[in-house]
């Protein structure tokens, strides 16, 4: 008899996939009522340790196992408190999506099917979103991180004297950032055989955003020095702080210099959405590219960002290759659109867009922008609780979803303020009261709460700053 990895008992999967769906939904529903997260526990830890199974085990066996010491334990993102990093929360209608993504499974590489169409359009709403023309080429990638990668070599490639694919770097590139640029721009500058003696990480002003002045002088002095400036990435928020760069004088820079203008658009592109930041964001329409995430603003499940890029052409001559088993043909499978390996490294992918397509329908974008607003809203009303506390400080003035904070004391040094700090946000976590993250600013420990959540209320954020009070002031009569 043949084998077949589907179930025997199709009806005992069914009874099993409804409990699960049930306990998918129950989870969701409850999740404000949960500590926001909690330690791993050993007994988790001594499970995910085990040797590669042998023999079969029963489907339930493998989810009640699954339900008792892993899913207690997870990150928390999905929870009202959770402000870390910078991480959506999902949405229950895109969680079954993406269960019918898996249920399809199609590989949207290449072919003749809905999948592959889906993506298209899900693509011309992500230019619809950020203002670039629908000429535009793009992909869905597993993240920004990606998608600024991918951009990069785009750019590279484009403003590359030779063909680079030909005959790899020959010419002295250099790439310029702002001090607070992601880190994901020097892994891309060291993955394209850039590195980090040609990346300049220009300085930023006292509102973290790039000092434009001092970006002329170094394109000047490298050009000086017989080097080749090719690219500028423009940040439309900032992973520590939120800043916008001053994107407009920026295109400005790289329209007379000739360089390729990259915006990082992070969370911070869906701002555009809105009224008052519009102004700060439309030089974005002029950006040869942008790398933006759907997980982040966008509350997609992970993971899902996009590539778009204005010139087409130089996007497919980055990474187009003919392959004898990848032509595509005038009819049958075959057929369809451009194969998506044609705009970036992937050949198998994930349907992506099924997630996002759900998203944007069911809830259309004028909500979406004023979830974004509602997160904007809720960080500034954070930044007033803070500045009614005698012994809470911010780091730096809230512009946009970030707030960077810390508890003080009259007379410490920043070397105590910075232990009582850390001390404070590992107690906040064990807790399970709220996940705020961290980061250092001019030396300074911050509480730094990223606001992406769109289950949190005023409230949580009461909640927060109450609790960083009451842990503090028990902290500093113990230290
Ligand atoms: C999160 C983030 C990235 C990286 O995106 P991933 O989706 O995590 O790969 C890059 N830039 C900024 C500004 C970010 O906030």
């Not at 793009?138 to 004297?161: D, F, Q, Y």
């Not at 295109?251 to 992070?266: K, M, P, S």
């Not at 996007?315 to 009819?331: D, K, P, Q, S, V």
């Amino acid at each position: 008899m043949e084998h077949t990895l589907d179930p025997q008992d199709w009806e005992a999967m069914r009874k099993l996939a409804h409990t699960m769906l049930d306990d998918a939904l129950d989870y969701l529903q409850t999740v404000r009522n949960r500590p926001v997260w909690q330690p791993t526990p050993e007994a988790t830890k001594a499970l995910l340790r085990q040797p590669l199974p042998q023999e079969p085990q029963s489907a339930e066996d493998i989810y009640n196992t699954f339900k008792n010491n892993v899913l207690p334990y997870t990150k928390g993102n999905i929870h009202p408190r959770f402000w870390s990093w910078v991480q959506g929360g999902g949405t229950p209608l895109t969680v079954l999506a993406d269960m019918l993504a898996a249920t399809m499974n199609p590989n949207t590489a290449i072919g003749d099917h809905a999948p592959m169409y889906m993506e298209l359009q899900v693509l011309d709403w992500c230019k619809e979103l950020v203002g670039f023309a629908p000429e535009a080429s793009g992909m869905l990638l597993s993240g920004a991180t990606m998608a600024n990668l991918t951009a990069l070599a785009v750019a590279r490639n484009a403003k590359h004297p030779d063909n680079v694919r030909q005959s790899g770097i020959t010419a002295p590139l250099v790439l310029y950032v702002s001090q607070e640029t992601h880190n994901c721009m020097q892994k891309s500058a060291e993955m394209l055989g850039i590195g980090n003696r040609a990346l300049r990480k220009i300085p930023v002003g006292t509102d973290f955003k790039m000092d434009t002045v001092q970006l002329e002088k170094q394109i000047t002095q490298d050009r000086a020095q017989g080097l080749l400036p090719f690219c500028v990435v423009g940040n439309a928020g900032t992973v520590n702080t939120g800043a916008i760069d001053n994107l407009a004088a920026i295109a400005e820079i790289c329209r007379r210099e000739e360089l390729w203008f990259h915006v990082d658009g992070a969370f911070g592109a869906w701002a555009k959405l809105l009224p008052d930041y519009a102004p700060q964001l439309k030089a974005i329409e002029n950006a040869d590219s942008i790398a933006f995430d759907l997980h982040k603003w966008g509350w997609l499940p992970y993971d899902i960002g996009c590539v778009l890029v204005r010139d087409r052409d130089a996007h497919r001559a980055a990474f187009a290759t003919e392959a004898n088993y990848l032509l595509t043909h005038e009819r049958g499978l075959a057929a369809g659109p451009e194969p998506m390996g044609n705009y970036g490294i992937e050949l198998s992918r994930g349907f992506r867009a099924l997630k996002a397509w759900f998203l944007f329908k069911e809830q259309g974008v004028q909500q979406l922008a004023q979830m974004v607003q509602q997160n904007i809203t809720q960080t500034f009303y954070l930044q007033q609780l803070i500045q009614k506390q005698p012994s809470l400080e911010m780091l730096t003035p809230v512009t946009l979803n970030i707030a960077c904070f810390r508890y003080v004391v009259q007379g410490k040094d920043d070397v105590y303020l910075n232990k009582l700090n850390k001390e404070i946000l590992m107690q906040l976590h064990e807790q399970g009261i709220a996940a705020p993250s961290y980061t250092i600013l001019g030396g300074k420990y911050a509480i730094r709460v990223a606001n992406v959540n769109h289950r949190s209320r005023r409230e949580d954020f009461e909640a927060l700053v109450e609790a960083v009070l009451q842990i503090g002031a028990k902290l500093v009569l113990s230290l």
